[in-house]
């Protein structure tokens, strides 16, 4: 029997399920590219929502994945904690509008052997079954710029 949802995450049900499409990517130190995506919301019953992200190349290869939380602050505000494969943990605050989220970098943590990222940006829209983002990043001596991009559709 699936929980109850909590009512602190009420008004974050627009995200919940299964997320895919497909995306982009550029950074001055890498050769742009393109993804394929899959994300997941879930609840647990408890004041958080649970966040999953994998993706892959055109050649069906697995990029990146990141694990996490989104935490409400009252109505308003978010928090994210992540989690990445490549030592890097991170910790963004932000707003929430209708279904947008805006989040920006409070705190990075790096492993010794992680990549030098200071700070990242994240826009989330959802209009319908329809969710794009964008996300900015500061790192290995660049300014903060683009990064990513994507559109996925609602699954489930």
């Known amino acids: 029997m699936a929980p109850e949802l909590h009512p602190a995450v009420a008004h974050l049900?627009?995200?919940l399920g299964t997320w895919k499409g497909q995306g982009r990517g550029n950074y001055p130190t890498?050769?742009?590219?393109?993804?394929?995506?899959?994300?997941?919301?879930?609840?647990?019953g408890k004041p958080?929502?649970?966040y999953s992200q994998r993706t892959k190349g055109s050649d069906g290869l697995p990029l990146h994945a990141e694990v996490g939380y989104l935490r409400p602050v009252g109505?308003?505000?978010?928090e994210l904690v992540?989690?990445?494969?490549f030592g890097v943990a991170e910790i963004q605050a932000g707003s929430i509008e209708g279904q947008s989220l805006r989040l920006k970098t409070t705190s990075v943590s790096?492993?010794?052997t992680a990549k030098d990222i200071r700070s990242l940006t994240r826009s989330v829209d959802?209009?319908?079954?329809e969710m794009t983002y964008l996300i900015e990043m500061a790192a290995v001596g660049q300014p903060?710029?683009?990064?990513?991009?994507a559109r996925l559709e609602h699954q489930s």
């Open 110 to 112: 790096l492993t010794p």
């Open 144 to 149: 903060l710029q683009f990064h990513l991009e």
């Open 30 to 44: 890498i050769e742009g590219f393109e993804y394929f995506e899959e994300s997941t919301y879930g609840h647990v």
């Open 75 to 78: 109505t308003d505000a978010i």
């Open 13 to 15: 049900a627009f995200l």
């Open 126 to 129: 959802v209009v319908g079954a």
């Open 48 to 50: 958080f929502l649970t």
């Open 82 to 85: 992540l989690a990445h494969p």
